[in-house]
């Protein structure tokens, strides 16, 4: 057990009321500990009744109809749009273009800006960190351009090798590509300074922001992002919904990603207009209940504040790291300073894989993820085929660490 007092700024058991989810047993006397909050969040019944208030009392198609239900969908949208762009403070709510998930986000700059801007002579920058969303589509753009792709490797921490970075930035460099909190080592970059340095050379910032905006306060602006993703579902909100945000100036000029309805001002057999923004990047009906629940979410989150999410992930964290460290031979990979990570922990077990380890905690009611994350660059990197991982949220508690912890006593019983 711990020596230090733990404290957390907050009242998680009025939180856990919120979410009916965790409220079971996994198996009688079992009760469920959800720890894989990386891999996709809960959801706070305010967020499950906005979307069934809205399929109960508003359901219509947006932008088209002209009767009450069509105009009240159309607000709940556009409402929701607005309310994502003061959430991460964009200069506008156009600049906010809704997409399926993180990963279509990051697509749709590669396929649209990256097809247009990135040739032969140019190259582009990724990270090590990276989760394959915002690695694979630049290795492909690279290889269909015939561009050089140049990659940050980590450090021995953890945390990216910031001296190898300011390196491999030249004129050549078109494009930087790198994740603001990372879903393995969970590190969270210092992307404002690395932006900085980015638009020195004259390149193109793509942030991935899944881990970081459900978790931390985020400023597009401050950071000088140029493009921004990130998903509902790890923030509360619901699947299916995400967001790019981008400048203006960048979005304007790209050509659309897909076509069809919605994106269109003008159709005839000559040819088509565009849309103006964000339309033009919303091709046919899109995630609207997503969307109105994806609003509830950050109503949620920012009832609560930022910081004191940050707060307690740190907190919570901390004591995890402090009670791993007790288990004999676990090996937790990224920085052991809970201060300079987001709120997860991926470690290692000798002589037990990964899954065993999972299976063996979801027997104690334990659920974790374990594999490579959709992360294969930086098990590479330190060797190794597959990691465990336990991910926090707003609705963990020390207690669930602890039981964490005496799964994994368990595991090291049976593994030797
Ligand atoms: N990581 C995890 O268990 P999507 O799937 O598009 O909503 O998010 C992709 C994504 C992008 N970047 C980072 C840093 C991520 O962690 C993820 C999703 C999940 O780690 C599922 S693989």
Redesign the pocket.
């Given at each position: 057990m711990s020596t230090n007092v733990l404290t957390t700024p907050l009242d998680v058991e009025a939180i856990r009321a919120d979410f009916p989810v965790l409220h079971q047993e996994v198996r009688p006397g079992v009760p469920l500990v959800y720890l894989?909050n990386?891999?996709?969040s809960q959801k706070p019944l305010a967020v499950i009744d906005a979307m069934t208030n809205y399929y109960r009392m508003t359901n219509a198609n947006v932008h088209r109809g002209i009767h009450k239900l069509a105009e009240d969908a159309t607000v709940a949208y556009e409402g929701a749009r607005e309310r994502i762009a003061r959430f991460i403070n964009a200069e506008s709510a156009v600049q906010i273009i809704y997409t399926?998930?993180?990963?279509?986000?990051?697509n749709l700059v590669a396929w649209t800006w990256g097809v247009e801007n990135i040739t032969a002579n140019d190259a582009i920058i990724t990270t090590e960190m990276?989760?394959?969303?915002?690695f694979v589509p630049w290795q492909v753009l690279a290889e269909r351009k015939g561009a050089e792709i140049r990659y940050v490797p980590l450090a021995e921490d953890g945390t990216l090798d910031l001296d190898a970075y300011a390196n491999m930035l030249d004129e050549k460099v078109k494009l930087v590509a790198i994740?603001?909190?990372?879903?393995?080592v969970g590190t969270i970059n210092p992307i404002e300074e690395m932006i900085k340095a980015a638009h020195d050379v004259g390149a193109v910032t793509v942030i991935?922001g899944?881990?970081s905006v459900p978790h931390m306060s985020v400023d597009v602006q401050a950071l000088g992002a140029d493009f921004f993703?990130f998903?509902s579902?790890?923030m509360l909100g619901p699947?299916g919904i995400?967001v790019l945000y981008g400048k203006r100036h960048l979005l304007e000029a790209m050509p659309p990603y897909m076509v069809g309805g919605n994106m269109i001002s003008k159709v005839t057999v000559e040819g088509s207009k565009w849309n103006d923004l964000p339309y033009k990047f919303e091709a046919g009906t899109g995630a609207i209940a997503e969307a109105v629940g994806l609003a509830a979410a950050i109503d949620y989150l920012d009832n609560i504040g930022m910081d004191v999410v940050h707060a307690h992930e740190q907190a919570v964290t901390a004591y995890a790291l402090e009670r791993l460290a007790e288990v004999p031979g676990i090996t937790v990979i990224g920085p052991l300073d809970a201060t300079k990570r987001g709120g997860l922990t991926s470690f290692t077990v000798p002589n037990a894989h990964p899954h065993d380890v999972a299976e063996i905690l979801n027997t104690e009611g334990v659920a974790i993820?374990a594999g490579r994350?959709?992360?294969q660059p930086t098990h590479e990197h330190y060797c190794i085929n597959a990691t465990a991982?336990a991910?926090y949220y707003i609705y963990n508690t020390f207690d669930e660490v602890d039981r964490l912890i005496t799964g994994l006593y368990k595991v090291r019983e049976m593994f030797g």
């Open positions: 894989d990386a891999a996709t399926r998930n993180a990963t279509e986000s990051i990276e989760h394959h969303a915002n994740v603001h909190g990372s879903n393995v991935d899944a881990q993703a998903s579902h790890k699947t995400g993820r994350h959709c992360a991982r991910s």
